[in-house]
Protein backbone atom coordinates (compact mmCIF):
# COMPACT_ATOMS: atom_id res chain seq x y z
CA UNK A 1 0.00 0.00 0.00
CA UNK A 2 2.54 2.36 1.25
CA UNK A 3 4.98 1.48 -2.59
CA UNK A 4 0.93 2.18 -4.31
CA UNK A 5 1.09 5.93 -2.80
CA UNK A 6 4.48 6.22 -3.39
CA UNK A 7 4.10 5.13 -7.08
CA UNK A 8 0.56 7.61 -7.24
CA UNK A 9 2.87 10.45 -5.70
CA UNK A 10 5.76 10.42 -8.26
CA UNK A 11 3.10 10.43 -11.46
CA UNK A 12 1.24 13.88 -9.91
CA UNK A 13 4.64 15.22 -9.38
CA UNK A 14 5.86 14.27 -12.74
CA UNK A 15 2.12 15.62 -14.14
CA UNK A 16 2.38 18.84 -12.29
CA UNK A 17 5.97 19.56 -13.88
CA UNK A 18 6.11 18.33 -16.71
CA UNK A 19 3.09 21.10 -17.21
CA UNK A 20 5.02 23.58 -15.62
CA UNK A 21 7.58 22.84 -17.82
CA UNK A 22 4.75 22.75 -20.98
CA UNK A 23 4.24 26.34 -20.16
CA UNK A 24 7.93 27.47 -20.17
CA UNK A 25 8.78 26.01 -23.27
CA UNK A 26 5.14 25.42 -25.13
CA UNK A 27 4.93 30.38 -25.25
CA UNK A 28 7.81 28.69 -24.25
CA UNK A 29 8.07 24.86 -21.98
CA UNK A 30 10.35 25.07 -20.18
CA UNK A 31 13.37 25.49 -18.71
CA UNK A 32 15.12 24.83 -21.32
CA UNK A 33 17.81 31.63 -31.09
CA UNK A 34 19.82 29.23 -32.43
CA UNK A 35 19.18 27.55 -36.22
CA UNK A 36 22.89 27.94 -37.04
CA UNK A 37 22.61 30.79 -40.02
CA UNK A 38 19.03 31.79 -39.07
CA UNK A 39 19.83 32.56 -35.54
CA UNK A 40 22.63 35.04 -36.64
CA UNK A 41 20.38 37.02 -38.72
CA UNK A 42 17.35 37.17 -36.19
CA UNK A 43 19.29 38.04 -33.81
CA UNK A 44 21.28 40.48 -35.96
CA UNK A 45 18.36 42.00 -36.21
CA UNK A 46 16.84 42.20 -33.06
CA UNK A 47 20.06 43.43 -32.24
CA UNK A 48 19.79 46.74 -34.95
CA UNK A 49 16.21 46.67 -33.67
CA UNK A 50 17.43 47.81 -30.59
CA UNK A 51 14.88 45.35 -28.53
CA UNK A 52 18.25 44.36 -26.76
CA UNK A 53 18.26 47.82 -25.12
CA UNK A 54 15.33 47.14 -23.41
CA UNK A 55 13.36 50.35 -24.35
CA UNK A 56 9.79 51.50 -23.53
CA UNK A 57 8.29 48.98 -26.59
CA UNK A 58 9.79 45.98 -25.37
CA UNK A 59 7.98 42.54 -24.13
CA UNK A 60 9.79 42.67 -20.99
CA UNK A 61 8.12 45.12 -18.98
CA UNK A 62 8.61 46.14 -14.99
CA UNK A 63 6.11 44.62 -12.55
CA UNK A 64 4.24 42.55 -15.74
CA UNK A 65 2.82 39.69 -13.06
CA UNK A 66 1.22 36.06 -15.65
CA UNK A 67 -0.64 34.05 -14.05
CA UNK A 68 -1.24 30.30 -15.68
CA UNK A 69 -3.03 27.49 -14.80
CA UNK A 70 -2.78 23.64 -15.10
CA UNK A 71 -4.66 21.09 -16.20
CA UNK A 72 -4.55 17.62 -16.05
CA UNK A 73 -8.13 16.13 -17.68
CA UNK A 74 -10.55 17.58 -15.89
CA UNK A 75 -8.68 18.40 -12.86
CA UNK A 76 -7.38 21.59 -12.29
CA UNK A 77 -3.78 20.67 -10.33
CA UNK A 78 -1.98 24.03 -9.96
CA UNK A 79 -0.77 27.12 -10.60
CA UNK A 80 2.71 29.28 -12.13
CA UNK A 81 2.37 32.80 -11.98
CA UNK A 82 5.98 34.81 -13.90
CA UNK A 83 6.87 38.30 -12.82
CA UNK A 84 9.08 41.09 -14.15
CA UNK A 85 10.47 42.83 -11.09
CA UNK A 86 12.77 45.41 -12.65
CA UNK A 87 16.12 46.44 -13.82
CA UNK A 88 19.61 45.69 -11.59
CA UNK A 89 22.92 45.32 -12.10
CA UNK A 90 24.26 41.66 -11.74
CA UNK A 91 27.72 40.87 -11.50
CA UNK A 92 28.73 44.07 -13.31
CA UNK A 93 26.00 43.24 -15.74
CA UNK A 94 23.11 45.13 -16.53
CA UNK A 95 19.91 42.75 -16.01
CA UNK A 96 16.13 41.95 -15.53
CA UNK A 97 15.53 40.26 -12.13
CA UNK A 98 13.05 37.72 -13.08
CA UNK A 99 10.94 35.24 -10.78
CA UNK A 100 8.19 32.48 -11.41
CA UNK A 101 6.21 30.66 -8.55
CA UNK A 102 4.88 27.59 -8.65
CA UNK A 103 2.03 25.61 -6.49
CA UNK A 104 -0.12 23.11 -6.29
CA UNK A 105 -3.55 23.21 -5.45
CA UNK A 106 -4.53 21.86 -2.00
CA UNK A 107 -6.53 18.57 -2.41
CA UNK A 108 -4.54 17.16 -4.59
CA UNK A 109 -3.38 13.44 -3.21
CA UNK A 110 -0.04 13.07 -1.98
CA UNK A 111 0.97 16.04 -3.52
CA UNK A 112 2.68 19.67 -1.47
CA UNK A 113 4.35 21.11 -4.61
CA UNK A 114 5.87 24.77 -4.29
CA UNK A 115 9.04 26.30 -5.83
CA UNK A 116 10.91 29.68 -6.71
CA UNK A 117 12.31 30.33 -9.43
CA UNK A 118 14.71 33.86 -9.97
CA UNK A 119 16.90 33.89 -12.63
CA UNK A 120 18.87 37.36 -13.48
CA UNK A 121 19.06 37.78 -17.77
CA UNK A 122 21.56 39.95 -19.68
CA UNK A 123 19.31 43.38 -20.55
CA UNK A 124 20.83 43.51 -23.48
CA UNK A 125 20.01 39.98 -24.49
CA UNK A 126 17.91 37.84 -22.13
CA UNK A 127 20.42 35.49 -22.22
CA UNK A 128 20.44 33.88 -18.30
CA UNK A 129 23.60 34.85 -16.01
CA UNK A 130 22.65 33.61 -13.11
CA UNK A 131 19.28 31.02 -11.65
CA UNK A 132 18.29 29.51 -9.13
CA UNK A 133 15.25 27.71 -7.06
CA UNK A 134 14.17 26.40 -4.01
CA UNK A 135 11.91 23.93 -3.71
CA UNK A 136 9.70 22.41 -0.70
CA UNK A 137 10.30 18.89 0.30
CA UNK A 138 9.13 17.25 3.35
CA UNK A 139 12.19 17.72 5.48
CA UNK A 140 12.50 21.13 4.33
CA UNK A 141 13.99 23.48 1.50
CA UNK A 142 16.34 22.10 -1.72
CA UNK A 143 18.17 24.82 -3.04
CA UNK A 144 19.97 25.09 -6.51
CA UNK A 145 22.03 27.67 -8.03
CA UNK A 146 23.97 28.69 -11.35
CA UNK A 147 26.47 31.33 -12.27
CA UNK A 148 27.08 31.48 -15.81
CA UNK A 149 30.17 32.93 -16.54
CA UNK A 150 30.46 33.28 -20.11
CA UNK A 151 33.79 35.37 -20.36
CA UNK A 152 35.67 32.59 -17.80
CA UNK A 153 34.19 30.21 -20.32
CA UNK A 154 32.66 28.17 -17.54
CA UNK A 155 29.16 27.87 -15.11
CA UNK A 156 29.07 26.93 -10.91
CA UNK A 157 26.26 25.12 -10.62
CA UNK A 158 25.55 24.19 -6.59
CA UNK A 159 22.90 22.22 -4.44
CA UNK A 160 21.93 22.88 -0.93
CA UNK A 161 19.48 21.46 1.54
CA UNK A 162 18.26 23.10 4.25
CA UNK A 163 21.85 25.13 4.16
CA UNK A 164 24.12 22.25 4.10
CA UNK A 165 25.99 21.94 0.70
CA UNK A 166 25.32 18.57 -1.33
CA UNK A 167 26.38 19.36 -4.42
CA UNK A 168 29.35 21.65 -6.57
CA UNK A 169 29.74 21.38 -10.05
CA UNK A 170 32.01 23.03 -12.33
CA UNK A 171 30.89 22.97 -16.29
CA UNK A 172 32.46 24.38 -19.49
CA UNK A 173 30.10 26.69 -21.67
CA UNK A 174 30.04 27.08 -25.50
CA UNK A 175 27.97 29.17 -25.72
CA UNK A 176 25.30 31.80 -23.91
CA UNK A 177 22.58 29.92 -22.70
CA UNK A 178 18.92 30.55 -21.71
CA UNK A 179 17.38 28.93 -18.93
CA UNK A 180 13.57 28.03 -18.02
CA UNK A 181 13.04 31.90 -17.11
CA UNK A 182 15.03 33.73 -19.82
CA UNK A 183 13.65 31.48 -22.20
CA UNK A 184 10.15 32.71 -22.01
CA UNK A 185 10.88 36.19 -22.22
CA UNK A 186 13.68 35.46 -24.77
CA UNK A 187 10.87 34.03 -26.85
CA UNK A 188 8.76 36.99 -26.69
CA UNK A 189 11.44 39.31 -28.00
CA UNK A 190 12.22 36.99 -30.66
CA UNK A 191 8.27 36.32 -31.73
CA UNK A 192 7.97 40.47 -31.93
CA UNK A 193 11.19 40.55 -34.12
CA UNK A 194 9.55 37.92 -36.37
CA UNK A 195 6.60 39.97 -37.00
CA UNK A 196 4.40 37.24 -37.57
CA UNK A 197 6.71 35.37 -40.16
CA UNK A 198 6.71 31.19 -39.68
CA UNK A 199 10.22 30.93 -38.66
CA UNK A 200 12.53 28.13 -37.06
CA UNK A 201 14.15 28.59 -34.24
CA UNK A 202 16.66 26.31 -32.56
CA UNK A 203 17.04 28.00 -28.79
CA UNK A 204 20.29 27.26 -26.10
CA UNK A 205 18.97 26.18 -22.94
CA UNK A 206 20.51 24.89 -19.38
CA UNK A 207 18.59 22.85 -16.89
CA UNK A 208 20.89 22.30 -13.80
CA UNK A 209 24.00 20.80 -15.79
CA UNK A 210 22.45 20.14 -18.77
CA UNK A 211 23.34 22.10 -21.88
CA UNK A 212 20.92 21.29 -24.40
CA UNK A 213 18.28 23.44 -26.65
CA UNK A 214 14.41 23.48 -27.59
CA UNK A 215 13.71 23.41 -31.10
CA UNK A 216 10.47 25.10 -32.27
CA UNK A 217 8.73 26.61 -34.88
CA UNK A 218 6.89 29.79 -34.72
CA UNK A 219 3.92 31.89 -36.65
CA UNK A 220 3.19 28.44 -37.61
CA UNK A 221 -0.62 29.93 -38.40
CA UNK A 222 -2.77 32.90 -36.80
CA UNK A 223 -6.15 31.32 -35.05
CA UNK A 224 -8.43 32.02 -31.91
CA UNK A 225 -7.33 31.00 -29.03
CA UNK A 226 -9.44 31.04 -25.85
CA UNK A 227 -8.21 31.36 -22.43
CA UNK A 228 -9.27 31.52 -18.64
CA UNK A 229 -8.56 35.04 -18.04
CA UNK A 230 -10.82 36.47 -20.77
CA UNK A 231 -14.05 35.49 -22.21
CA UNK A 232 -13.75 35.89 -25.65
CA UNK A 233 -10.86 34.72 -28.31
CA UNK A 234 -7.82 36.15 -28.50
CA UNK A 235 -6.21 36.49 -31.44
CA UNK A 236 -3.13 34.71 -31.74
CA UNK A 237 -0.01 32.58 -33.37
CA UNK A 238 0.55 29.00 -33.45
CA UNK A 239 3.70 27.17 -32.54
CA UNK A 240 5.31 23.58 -32.01
CA UNK A 241 8.25 22.17 -31.13
CA UNK A 242 10.79 19.75 -29.37
CA UNK A 243 12.25 19.80 -26.07
CA UNK A 244 15.61 18.34 -26.70
CA UNK A 245 16.38 17.26 -23.07
CA UNK A 246 14.87 15.30 -19.87
CA UNK A 247 14.20 17.42 -17.18
CA UNK A 248 12.39 17.54 -13.81
CA UNK A 249 10.70 14.13 -13.86
CA UNK A 250 10.69 13.40 -17.30
CA UNK A 251 10.09 16.57 -19.16
CA UNK A 252 10.73 16.21 -22.67
CA UNK A 253 9.06 16.27 -26.31
CA UNK A 254 6.94 17.92 -28.07
CA UNK A 255 4.63 20.50 -27.17
CA UNK A 256 2.20 23.27 -28.90
CA UNK A 257 1.61 26.96 -28.01
CA UNK A 258 -0.35 30.18 -28.67
CA UNK A 259 1.27 33.16 -28.38
CA UNK A 260 -1.16 36.96 -28.66
CA UNK A 261 -0.86 38.29 -32.11
CA UNK A 262 0.33 41.99 -30.88
CA UNK A 263 3.50 43.28 -29.79
CA UNK A 264 2.83 42.10 -26.22
CA UNK A 265 3.77 38.88 -26.99
CA UNK A 266 1.44 37.23 -24.52
CA UNK A 267 1.72 33.79 -24.15
CA UNK A 268 -1.53 32.30 -23.95
CA UNK A 269 -1.70 28.77 -23.53
CA UNK A 270 0.30 25.66 -23.96
CA UNK A 271 0.20 21.83 -24.55
CA UNK A 272 2.38 19.30 -23.78
CA UNK A 273 2.19 15.68 -24.38
CA UNK A 274 3.24 13.18 -21.08
CA UNK A 275 3.30 9.63 -20.38
CA UNK A 276 -0.49 9.59 -19.09
CA UNK A 277 -2.16 12.29 -21.56
CA UNK A 278 -2.27 15.33 -22.29
CA UNK A 279 -1.44 18.99 -19.68
CA UNK A 280 -2.96 22.19 -20.71
CA UNK A 281 -1.65 25.17 -19.23
CA UNK A 282 -4.24 28.15 -19.57
CA UNK A 283 -3.38 32.10 -18.99
CA UNK A 284 -5.70 32.97 -15.88
CA UNK A 285 -4.41 36.40 -15.14
CA UNK A 286 -2.83 39.35 -16.43
CA UNK A 287 -1.16 42.69 -14.86
CA UNK A 288 0.51 44.43 -17.67
CA UNK A 289 0.28 47.70 -17.85
CA UNK A 290 -1.79 49.34 -21.04
CA UNK A 291 -2.14 46.08 -22.43
CA UNK A 292 -5.44 45.51 -24.05
CA UNK A 293 -5.49 41.86 -25.95
CA UNK A 294 -6.66 41.73 -29.55
CA UNK A 295 -9.85 40.23 -30.24
CA UNK A 296 -10.39 37.32 -32.47
CA UNK A 297 -11.92 38.35 -35.86
CA UNK A 298 -12.88 34.62 -36.15
CA UNK A 299 -15.62 34.65 -32.99
Not at 32 to 50: R, W
Not at 156 to 170: A, F, R, T
Request: aromatic share 12%; proline share 3%.
Amino acid sequence: MRLKKQNMKRRIIRIFSMTTAALVVSVLVLRSVYAISLFHGVTDKMENSGWVRANSDSVVQTGEELTYEASYLIFKIGAVKFHVLGRTVYDSIPAYELRAEIDSYSGIPFVNLHAIYITYADARTLMCIFTSNSQKERDGWLYTSCNLHYAKGKADWQQSKNGILMKDVEYPLDKDYTDGLSFFYYLREASKTADGRRTKMTIPIVVDTVRSSVVLTINEKKEPCNVTAYKFPIEAYRMSGHINFTGFFGVTGGFTGWISADSAEVPLKGDVNVILGSVVVKLKDVKRNGWIPPRSKDE
